[in-house]
């Protein structure tokens, strides 16, 4: 007689092929980083309902699922997104430091005058205003240099930046 080994849950499949606990575990993986910095997966585990006991054994299982693999790894992607968009939102805050401490009508507050200047300073940063200029100047004449020479030169010394 077989006997069927594996594990009889009345659980229902969403349909990314996670059950509701299993997606609770990653869930939590993610809340975990978010607040702390690292992932805890027995705990994660236990605070998804999974047994305490079992959690070292059942988290290992779950974070080497292929399902959950790939869960993870939409929300990384998704993450990804939402961190290149910040950077609107680090500029939109900037500003408003600096009109704190500068007025549109010229009017500066002394108290925050500080704060707006090194956010003024940070705007040209992000701007690449404080960048070196990039340019390249090349003075000869041809009887100084052959032709071709002076080609050659002007390829060797020339970059794109």
Do not use: C
């Amino acid at each position: 007689m077989k006997w069927n080994l594996m594990p009889v849950t009345n659980e229902t499949r969403l349909p990314n092929g996670l059950t509701q606990r299993q997606f609770a575990f990653y869930n939590l993986l993610i809340k975990q980083m978010d607040e702390m910095g690292k992932m805890d997966a027995k705990q994660a585990a236990i605070e998804a309902g999974f047994s305490s006991t079992n959690a070292s054994r059942i988290a290992t299982r779950l974070l080497k699922k292929p399902e959950g693999k790939a869960y993870l790894k939409s929300l990384q992607v998704k993450s990804i997104h939402s961190a290149t968009a910040t950077m609107d939102w680090v500029m939109e805050k900037l500003i408003r430091v600096v009109y704190a401490g500068i007025s549109d009508n010229g009017t500066i507050n002394g108290k925050f005058l500080k704060d707006s200047l090194r956010a003024l300073s940070e705007i040209n940063k992000i701007k690449g205003y404080y960048a070196p200029e990039k340019e390249f100047y090349l003075n000869m004449t041809m009887d100084d240099v052959q032709e071709a020479r002076a080609r050659e030169l002007t390829i060797k010394y020339t970059r794109e930046y």
